[in-house]
């Protein structure tokens, strides 16, 4: 889809881009939500050295890796099966693809949240690239092609 079909397609669908507020919103939501699943998930394991912290440190280190599998996985599932996440439908904004308007494919999703890791990696910089690009693109859009916008 040319960006011109795409602007036309806006204009016939009276679809807006997501305000930045409500991605962060959407963001905090996401996090607490893979945050809740870590905890329940390795529930045992955490609670069993709750008092210990050199041990949690330890644990936490081990399971960093377990971490950003689950929020690839999650970020992958619902960006291509429902064009949002949890946090993104609760605030009422989705992702499309600028190629056809639609949800992204798997590997556009999988890239958006490959993207989206590493943004939070390097302090969030991708996500603030948002602020000056006019299409509000964060690097996880820019890389996989995508909008954020209101539902």
């Not at 210990?52 to 970020?75: D, H, R, T």
């Not at 993104?88 to 949240?113: C, E, H, M, Y």
Request: charged letters at 20%; hydrophobic letters at 50%; aromatic letters at 14%.
């Amino acid at each position: 889809m040319t960006e011109e079909e795409l602007v036309e397609k806006f204009k016939s669908e009276n679809i807006t881009l997501s305000p930045l507020y409500k991605r962060v919103i959407a963001h905090m939501i996401d996090e607490f939500i893979v945050a809740c699943f870590v905890f329940f998930a390795f529930y045992d394991i955490l609670g069993a050295n709750a008092q210990n912290s050199e041990a949690l440190s330890v644990i936490i280190e081990y399971l960093a890796p377990y971490i950003v599998l689950m929020k690839i996985i999650y970020q992958t599932f619902f960006v291509r099966f429902y064009g949002a996440t949890v946090g993104k439908i609760a605030v009422k904004i989705r992702v499309i693809s600028t190629i056809d308007g639609q949800n992204p494919n798997v590997f556009l999703s999988l890239v958006r949240a490959n993207m989206r890791i590493l943004s939070e990696a390097v302090f969030f910089i991708g996500f603030l690239w948002a602020l000056k690009n006019f299409k509000k693109q964060t690097w996880e859009d820019i890389g996989a092609k995508t909008l954020v916008v209101n539902a």
